[in-house]
């Protein structure tokens, strides 16, 4: 079974810094999620990753495959940007995804 | 993309009771999926639901806590049957069109077993 692991688990930083947040997994995959959880429980999808990087807005998406490892950035950060990140991975086919245990983050004006 | 209405959003509980939490989606899925988030810990799947065959269940969930339904492609329940202050989580829905693609989550039923 994939182990995902993420870091850090938690993260303050003001408003206007450059995040990074971390996901590391163990086995090779067919697709990572970065997803954001709001305090209400919701959550939404933010980039779904096979290779490469994306770019939405604020937001950047990386992945490594070789090594394993993914980042997702947050530029020019906001306090609405205050929320719970996730990474999840699907191993291959229709395999259920592993998900990461968070990394809560708190931007501070 | 899909629009995922979640029912309750939050509940308060009595132990030994059982209570249904649906799952209304605008468009037609094949496979909708039921996640619990216990405080503080990742989300894990309990089940995977199928239009017009038993659920799917992972290690560790079983029928008879979990009964879920799947009456058509755009809706499901799952009830927490039973429960206990270790119920307490917030149940996820979510459905994926096909492997790898986005997945969307409704709001979340935040259950507290007391």
């Known amino acids: 079974k994939n182990e995902v692991e993420q870091s850090p688990q938690n993260l303050t930083a003001q408003e206007g810094e450059f995040i990074t947040i971390n996901c590391s997994y163990s086995?090779?995959?067919?697709?990572l999620h970065w997803l954001q959880q709001h305090p209400g429980g919701g959550i939404v999808s933010l980039f779904m990753l096979s290779s490469g990087k994306k770019k939405h807005g604020r937001l950047i998406a990386t992945i490594n495959i070789q090594e394993k490892h993914s980042s997702l950035h947050i530029t020019a950060s906001h306090p609405r940007d205050s929320a719970v990140y996730i990474c999840?991975?699907?191993?291959?086919?229709?395999?259920?995804?592993?998900f990461g245990k968070g990394t809560r983050l708190s931007v501070i004006a | 993309s899909a629009v995922i209405s979640q029912k309750p959003s939050r509940d308060i509980c009595q132990r030994g009771t059982s209570l249904t939490i649906q799952c209304q989606v605008d468009s037609q899925v094949t496979m909708m999926f039921w996640y619990r988030q216990q405080p503080g810990q990742s989300l894990t799947l309990i089940a995977t639901a199928n239009q017009g065959s038993e659920a799917t269940y992972e290690s560790g969930f079983v029928i008879d806590k979990f009964p879920i339904s799947r009456p058509n492609l755009t809706f499901s329940t799952l009830t927490v049957s039973n429960m206990s202050p270790e119920d307490s989580s917030i149940y996820l829905c979510?459905?994926?069109?096909?492997?790898?693609?986005?997945?969307?989550f409704g709001e979340g039923s935040w259950l507290t077993v007391v």
């Open positions: 999840a991975v699907r191993s291959s086919g229709n395999t259920p995804l592993v």
């Open positions: 086995v090779g995959i067919s697709a």
């Open positions: 979510s459905v994926g069109f096909y492997s790898g693609n986005t997945i969307y």
